[in-house]
């Protein structure tokens, strides 16, 4: 019997594509990227391995969020649509304001953080990780800054203190309190700098509570088509 030889080393580009779909070009849009990201992308989906619960608890609690990434085909896709999005809009924090939050500029919140509903706005994570499909993560978006200590760019004892009493109130009250978890990204890891925001992650929340809080909010990457 003869031997299988095995299949060509597909471009990272080509990869997690159908054949009718690929293109002898690199797309515009997943050029210059980091060699994390290229390796990524170079992974079949098949090999995948999603993020357990446990796991994700674990990096948050170790401030290991370097560690997230996301499926191979989403994250081809997320670097597809962030660059049509700043084709369309100028930036990221452009769509996200105009589009997403509807907020205008300058943004000057009402009260001290946390005292008014029309400071913040929860929104589903519209890329989210390769995590097990029974986490939800959100992000909340506000107008006021989470105050960060200027030696360390971690937050503060008063804002993470002010955070944890906002996340008992909104999520922990309505779920099991080990079902809920929060982290904000240190700011080399923001994709959006110039509003204040935090991530909020739910195991197997119910999909009403869901659609309450983010009044029926649709993330993006449900939206977004492309090869």
Known sequence: MGSLSNSPTL??????????????????????LSAKDVGILSTPDVEYRPQTWDAVRRLVATNRLDLFQRVPSELRRYRLFIH????????????VLRRRLEWTEPL???????E?????KILYNDWPYGIDERIVHLVVWTKFELEEDAATGDLTD?????IEAYVDKTFRSRTKPDTVIWFKNWRSLKSVHAVEHF?????????????E???GDVPQCDKFEAW
């Open 108 to 114: 000057v919140p009402e009260g001290r953080p946390f």
């Open 158 to 162: 008063v804002a993470r203190g002010e």
């Open 11 to 32: 471009p990272y580009w080509q990869v997690n594509v159908p054949p009718e779909r690929r293109t002898d070009e690199c797309p515009e849009g997943l050029r210059n």
């Open 116 to 120: 008014s509903g029309r400071d913040l």
């Open 84 to 95: 049509q999005l700043i084709s369309e809009h100028g930036s990221v924090m452009n769509f």
């Open 213 to 215: 809080i983010t009044n």
């Open 199 to 211: 991530h909020v992650m739910l195991f197997d929340p119910d999909p009403g509570f869901v659609r």
